[in-house]
């Protein structure tokens, strides 16, 4: 079966490259861990980290969207689809920087996320709601 899959994902990585959003991720690796045993808090020396990777950016407007039937998604948030490789688990405390405003990932139910899916035999990019840190 013939595809124009390949040419799809070399345009996508492009346009990312060339005319994305730079967007800014900061979070934070202990090292040296160890739990406290009357909180069960994780201690240790904490590492900032930060990586920029270029995707591309949205508001949510409810009133002219298709998303207003999802209860997660709120006036204010944002939608952000980045490439399908970025590593977003197990970064604590991970925020992410765009036009000097920072956003937190929200969650989002399973079937906003089954709406989001766009497989071509593999993923193409990944998407995140986001909410505005104040």
Do not use: C
Request: charged share 25%.
């Amino acid at each position: 079966m013939l595809t124009n899959l390949p040419f799809m994902r070399r345009r996508m990585a492009l346009r990312r490259q060339r005319r994305g959003t730079p967007i800014r991720m900061d979070w934070v690796t202990l090292a040296d861990v160890q739990e406290d045993p009357t909180t069960g808090a994780k201690l240790g020396t904490a590492t900032p980290q930060t990586e920029t990777i270029y995707g591309f950016f949205n508001y949510v407007n409810i009133a002219h969207s298709n998303v207003r039937h999802f209860e997660e998604i709120e006036d204010g948030d944002a939608i952000i689809d980045i490439p399908a490789d970025t590593v977003i688990e197990g970064r604590d405390g991970l925020t992410f920087t765009i036009d000097s405003q920072v956003w937190a990932q929200k969650r989002v139910g399973e079937k906003l996320a089954q709406h989001w899916e766009v497989h071509q035999g593999r993923r193409l990019y990944r998407t995140l709601l986001l909410r505005k840190q104040t």
